[in-house]
């Protein structure tokens, strides 16, 4: 399994970023998928989640800024990040609770980070 995230970069105040987190390889089901964030020198800290029947879940800092979202045909998470902050900055991660089969325990997997940029 793996999963590969997305559509970071750098962007100014008040811009906004669309990131995405594909879940591929051997993909039985997947249940609850998250997104992550890690600035400089500060743990990382759970941004936004989505259950799979589509109930979420925000970090008070940027409700009503982000829109998390899912495509389960796809297997795929999107974060859209409107009126972006410097204090937003940090690379983001995806991660995901999957089973590889039916009869399989759900393990939690992460995707490789994308680094988004908050800055004029």
């Known amino acids: 399994v793996q999963l590969q995230a997305c559509g970071g970069g750098l962007v100014q105040p008040g811009g906004s970023l669309r990131l995405s987190c594909t879940a591929s390889?051997?993909?039985?089901?997947?249940?609850?998928m998250r997104w992550y964030r890690q600035a400089p020198g500060k743990q990382r800290e759970l941004v936004a989640a989505i259950m799979f029947g589509g109930s979420t879940n925000y970090l008070d800092s940027v409700k009503g800024r982000f829109t998390i979202s899912r495509d389960n045909a796809k297997n795929t998470v999107y974060l859209q990040m409107n009126s972006l902050k410097p204090e937003d900055t940090a690379v983001y991660f995806c991660?995901?609770?999957?089973?590889?089969?039916?009869?399989?325990?759900?393990?939690?997997?992460w995707g490789q980070g994308t680094q988004v940029t908050v800055s004029s």
């Open positions: 390889g051997s993909t039985f089901s997947i249940n609850t």
């Open positions: 991660n995901a609770d999957i089973r590889v089969s039916g009869s399989a325990p759900w393990v939690g997997y």
